[in-house]
């Protein structure tokens, strides 16, 4: 059996999607320019799908936006409908397979399915296919969710898929293509963001950040609702409810904290506005006397900015990073991780010297970054280090599609904020409680925080949690 243990081998579906109608053939062309403007939501493999009124294409491989479509790869890509993926590290799961779009042959005609999230019932529902004699090549559940909705009775997809959709329990933002037209639709809790946007010259985008639609030039922006479906044919789009919003709402605190890249608007909130709340937040709940305020670049910079102006303390730029090494976290072992930030961060020693700093960051997740960073700050001349963290420490592993790793891996579910302070050598640490951090949101609820609370919004399997302490950093805490 294709079995995915939730937590050893999950298929973290932590991902960015596109769809495209438009009027003319050049649907593969704002693919490409909607993927790369969401590049940051996966960096190990791309793909476009399209459809010219009948056939589906598909070219995608592992790598970047710009390594999978290089010149001349789009040219085959004809048709004015596309969808389209960019996809986040996998662990362990065979890469390969799992690239998206997923696209299928059925007896209604081609399907390609891009999927952002993670379902919790997925191993369920893959038993059930292959008990009812289908066949699965991969442990994608993007695979599962083609593979279900190809066997739903209904007259057209978007019939089929609002049939289908209520038998997946967790996170999808979808999008779908047949040969005429493009589907969106967000899971009935709402937890990744998908929004809709009216292209320039005709027909409309869907992207699961705004960031997206905005670099495709589109207006009438909005959200795709919880359980809403959206058809998308020609220039024409329409919409329904396809299931029911779930009575508890659960967006994904951790997009607004640091997934979603700041220019996005989601749930009506400035990313960027939120994040400087986030900072002035932690500045309120854990001041410091301190000479400078500086952020872990680039994603905690908007925090940093906040933080410094609610604590009226000066901000500056004690890093340099470089912006062509990808993720140090996505890096198979600690030690690559820990190799990997020092050749991915420089300090501005002239900026630090002598200097107390606050050093924010939005996140301790594995606690391999933070440490090796207090150390630069320090061998840079700095007094003292303290560091603050937009958001509560994360001691529970994300089933909804955030790549987190696993309980063991999580430090937050084996140290205290104390005995992390001492791991990273800070002289203190301060991180966000969940009600300020709601405070910064200004939602009273609506969001999943299941990562800091382990109360999670869908029932989710747990491997019972090891409480023993283990190794960090080759320290026996
Ligand atoms: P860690 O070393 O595991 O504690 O990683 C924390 C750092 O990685 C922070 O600087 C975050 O900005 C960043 N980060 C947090 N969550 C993720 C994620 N899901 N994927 C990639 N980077 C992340």
Redesign the pocket.
Request: aromatic letters at 12%.
């Given at each position: 059996m294709n079995h995915v243990d939730p937590e050893l081998d999950r298929p973290s579906e932590?991902c960015g999607v596109i769809g495209i109608s438009t009027p003319g053939s050049d649907a593969a062309q704002n693919a490409f320019f909607g993927l790369y403007a969401l590049q940051h939501r996966g960096q190990e493999a791309a793909g476009i799908a399209v459809a010219d009124g009948q056939a589906v294409r598909v070219h995608k491989d592992m790598g970047l936006v710009s390594q999978v479509f290089e010149s001349g790869t789009l040219d085959p890509l004809v048709g004015g409908l596309a969808i389209g993926h960019t996809r986040y590290s996998t662990t362990g799961a065979n890469s390969e397979r799992n690239v998206q779009p997923y696209v299928v042959e059925t007896m209604h005609g081609p399907l390609g399915i891009a999927h952002n999230g993670n379902l919790v019932n997925a191993d369920h529902l893959r038993e059930q296919l292959l008990q009812r004699g289908a066949g699965l090549s991969s442990s994608s559940d993007s695979e599962v969710l083609a593979l279900m909705l190809a066997a739903t009775e209904g007259d057209s997809w978007e019939h089929r898929l609002s049939k289908v959709m209520g038998e997946w329990r967790g996170a999808f933002s979808l999008v779908v293509l047949c040969g005429t037209k493009v589907i969106g639709c967000r899971d009935p809790w709402g937890f990744r963001p998908l929004s809709i946007g009216r292209m320039p010259n005709g027909g409309h985008a869907l992207a699961s950040e705004t960031g997206a639609l905005r670099t495709l030039g589109c207006d009438n922006i909005r959200e795709i609702e919880p359980g809403e479906i959206v058809v998308l044919q020609g220039q024409m789009a329409r919409s329904f409810q396809g299931v029911a919003p779930a009575e508890r709402q659960a967006r994904c605190t951790f997009e607004q904290i640091?997934?979603s890249r700041p220019d996005a608007i989601w749930d009506d909130l400035s990313v960027h506005q939120v994040r400087q709340r986030l900072g002035a937040a932690v500045a309120r709940e854990h001041p410091v006397d301190a000479d400078m305020v500086m952020p872990?670049p680039d994603?905690?910079m908007p925090a940093a900015i906040g933080y410094a102006a609610a604590a009226g303390i000066t901000y500056n730029e004690g890093f340099v990073k470089n912006r062509y090494i990808g993720?140090t976290?996505?890096e198979p072992t600690d030690e690559l991780?820990r190799q990997g930030v020092a050749l991915k961060f420089n300090t501005l020693n002239d900026n630090i010297a002598g200097k107390r700093v606050v050093m924010v960051?939005?996140?301790?997740?594995?606690?391999?970054?933070?440490g090796p960073l207090v150390r630069l700050v320090r061998e840079a001349g700095a007094l003292e280090v303290h560091v603050r963290i937009t958001c509560p420490p994360i001691a529970h592993p994300c089933f909804f599609g955030?790549?987190?790793g696993t309980h063991e891996e999580l430090?937050a579910h084996h140290l205290s904020v104390e005995e992390i302070r001492d791991h990273i050598g800070a002289d203190s640490l301060g991180f966000l409680s969940v009600p300020s951090l709601m405070g910064a949101l200004e939602r009273e609820d609506g969001y999943c925080n299941a990562c800091f609370t382990g109360d999670y919004p869908v029932p989710v399997q747990l491997q019972l949690p090891t409480t023993s302490k283990r190794r960090f950093d080759g320290v026996l805490v």
């Open positions: 932590e640091y997934f872990v994603s905690s993720r976290f996505i991780r960051d939005d996140s301790i997740v594995r606690g391999t970054t933070s955030v790549d987190m430090i």
